[in-house]
């Protein structure tokens, strides 16, 4: 069964960081552009950040460029958001995605691949200020 289970979401002030983690189970992550996604009650599913299979490229909302972080260790077959400088606006679920087909920017702005994509269940982001 292909599974994808994020990770380290939580309560945070104003100006602090979190670290994300979506761990892959039953399939390898490196075949597959990843990406993370946030939802905030009343608003659009937005993404955040995702990374290419093929080249490594990663692609950042403008809303969070220069903030975030995304890497992947393959070999842990887990992929990480790093999050600095939190803005309440910044509250919402996050999930990450793992697509075969489109490139980073594709999955980010356009969204993934509806028949193929594997999704996470989230993990909440609450910052407080």
């Known amino acids: 069964q292909l599974q994808l289970v994020e990770s380290g979401g939580g309560l945070v002030q104003s100006g602090g960081s979190l670290r994300l983690s979506c761990a892959a189970s039953g399939f390898t992550l490196d075949k597959y552009g990843i990406g993370w996604f946030r939802k905030a009650p009343g608003k659009e599913r937005e993404g955040v950040s995702c990374?290419?299979?093929?080249?490594?490229?990663?692609y950042y909302g403008d809303s969070v460029k220069g903030r975030f972080t995304i890497s992947r260790d393959n070999a842990a077959n887990t992929v990480y958001l790093q999050m600095t400088g939190l803005k309440p606006e910044d509250t919402a679920v996050y999930y990450c995605a793992a697509d075969p087909i489109v490139n980073a920017k594709h999955m980010c702005v356009v969204g993934p691949t509806p028949t193929v994509t594997v999704w996470g269940l989230g993990t909440e982001v609450t910052v407080s200020s």
């Open positions: 990374v290419s299979s093929s080249d490594g490229s990663a």
